[in-house]
């Protein structure tokens, strides 16, 4: 599992308890036989210095080993306090949705471009479905998220699909 803004703090957890690798990334990979860069997001392209300074010391092995000393019911409360992020608020979308989407298809652009050799790049972090092919067989892919938009991907050497599920 790529990590994404918090999951870096689950530690030993997720291996020890459910077998999940979590890896922290950004990573190069092959996903359905496509050479791949996968990424959470946070922190990708120019620019919001602020937030790149705050992760490395909210990431830091530090603060990790300092949080944890906090019981979960404040620390989840202290998250939800100081989180600007849509999930954290219940809002479908928040001021800086458009601009984090449109910042990461940049990133993605930019990686595609200088690296032909490249399929397909994944990011998550802005929660934004979106599929764009490139040219044919190159593809940026947000897969969205579960919560808000009950989005997914498919990967293969076939395609690549995003698929929404409906109740009906």
Same mark, same amino acid.
């Given at each position: ?52 300074? *705050?992760?490395? =010391?909210?990431?830091? @092995?530090?603060?990790?080993? %300092?949080?944890?000393? +906090? &019981?979960?019911?404040?620390? $989840? ?53 979106? *599929?764009?092919? =490139?040219?044919?067989? @190159?593809?940026?892919?947000? %897969?969205?998220?579960? +919560? &808000?938009?009950?989005?997914? $991907? ?15």
């Amino acid at each position: 599992m790529l990590g994404g803004n918090h999951d870096s703090w689950g530690g030993r957890f997720l291996e020890d308890e459910i077998g999940v690798e979590l890896l922290a990334g950004p990573i190069r990979t092959q996903i359905g036989d496509r050479p791949a860069y996968v990424a959470h997001g946070d922190g990708l392209g120019r620019g919001d210095w602020g937030y790149k300074a *705050l992760k490395s =010391v909210i990431r830091s @092995r530090p603060a990790i080993a %300092s949080f944890r000393q +906090v &019981h979960p019911d404040w620390s $989840a409360k202290l998250i939800r306090t100081v989180s600007r992020t849509e999930s954290r608020h219940g809002k479908r979308e928040d001021a800086g949705s458009d601009a984090r989407a449109d910042l990461l298809r940049a990133v993605a652009l930019d990686l595609l471009a200088s690296e032909p050799d490249l399929e397909l790049v994944v990011f998550g972090h802005c929660h934004r479905p979106e *599929l764009l092919e =490139v040219e044919p067989g @190159r593809y940026y892919l947000n %897969s969205g998220d579960w +919560v &808000h938009h009950c989005t997914w $991907a498919q990967i293969s050497a076939s395609g690549v699909r995003l698929n929404q599920w409906s109740p009906r």
